[in-house]
C-alpha cells in the first residue's frame, strides 16, 4: 500500500541480503510486466513444475536462458514441451548489474564481474520468473543448482508477499519476514547466496491498482558459472 506516514527504508536483513524498497518505478514495472506476459507465452512458457516426489509447484514457472528444472538446468524445458528455452535478454543483465551495484556496493559489483570474468562466463544468464495467484507459495529451499557464488537478484510485481529469508545451515529459523511489495528489490550474495528463503504467504488484492496484475510475478536473476552459457 502507498502513502505511509515514513517511506520504507533500506534493510540488510542478514550480511550479503539487501531488500531495496520501490527499487522500480512504476514505469518500470509496466515495462518488465508488459516482457513477463510475452515470455509467459508457448512455446518454452509458464508452466507447472513436478517435483520428484510426485507434487508439483504452486508458483508457475517459465525461466529464459537456461531451463530450471527439479534439481538441475537444461537448454530445453525438459520437463514440458521439450522446446528450447527462450535467450536471456540483455536488458535484465544490465538491471541485474545495476541492483548489485545498488543493493551491495559498486565493490561487490567489481567483485562479481572479475569473478565471472576469470570463470570466463558472462554475467547474469538465467532469469526464473515465478506467478503465484491463489493460494501459491514456496517452501523454504536454496538456489543451489548454479556453479556460481554472484548474488541472487529478485524484482517483484504485483500483490505483497511475506518474504522469509533463513539461514544456511537449516530450513528452520533464526529467519526474518520481510514484505516484498511491487517494485521491490532483494539482492543475496555473499554468505548468504546460499541461504534458506521462501514465500509463506502473498497477500491477495494487494497489487497497485495502475499495474493491472492480479496476482504476483517475481523474476529472480542468477549467474549459472556454467562454461558454456551465452
Ligand atoms: O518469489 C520469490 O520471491 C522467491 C522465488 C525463489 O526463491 C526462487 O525462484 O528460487
Ligand atoms: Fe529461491
Redesign the pocket.
Known amino acids: 500500500m502507498d502513502g505511509e506516514l515514513f517511506p520504507r527504508e533500506r534493510l540488510q536483513v542478514a550480511p550479503g541480503a539487501v531488500h531495496l524498497p520501490d527499487w522500480l518505478d512504476p514505469a518500470d514495472q509496466r515495462e518488465l510486466l508488459r516482457s513477463c506476459r510475452q515470455w509467459a507465452l508457448p512455446p518454452a512458457g509458464l508452466r507447472t513444475v513436478r517435483t520428484p516426489g510426485g507434487g508439483t509447484m504452486t508458483a508457475r514457472q517459465v525461466c529464459l536462458g537456461w531451463h530450471w528444472y527439479p534439481y538441475a538446468y537444461a537448454r530445453t524445458v525438459a520437463d514440458g514441451d521439450g522446446a528450447p528455452v527462450k535467450p536471456f535478454p540483455k536488458s535484465l543483465g544490465e538491471l541485474g548489474r545495476r541492483a548489485v551495484a545498488d543493493a551491495l556496493g559498486p565493490e561487490a559489483q567489481a567483485e562479481a564481474q572479475a569473478q565471472m570474468e576469470m570463470q570466463e562466463t558472462q554475467a547474469y544468464d538465467i532469469a526464473?520468473i515465478n506467478f503465484y495467484d491463489g493460494d501459491a507459495r514456496?517452501g523454504m529451499?536454496?538456489?543451489a543448482d548454479e556453479r556460481s557464488d554472484a548474488p541472487?537478484v529478485?524484482l517483484s510485481l504485483g500483490d505483497t508477499c511475506v518474504f522469509r529469508f533463513g539461514n544456511t545451515e537449516t530450513r528452520t529459523r533464526p529467519w526474518t519476514d520481510v514484505e516484498l511489495r511491487s517494485g521491490d528489490l532483494f539482492v543475496f550474495g555473499g554468505p548468504s547466496r546460499r541461504a534458506y528463503?521462501?514465500v509463506p504467504r502473498v497477500l491477495p488484492g494487494t497489487a497497485p491498482a495502475a499495474l493491472g496484475l492480479t496476482g504476483r510475478l517475481n523474476v529472480?536473476l542468477r549467474v549459472s558459472g556454467f562454461p558454456d552459457a551465452g
Do not use: E, F
Open positions: 526464473l514456496m529451499h536454496r538456489d541472487v529478485s528463503h521462501g529472480t
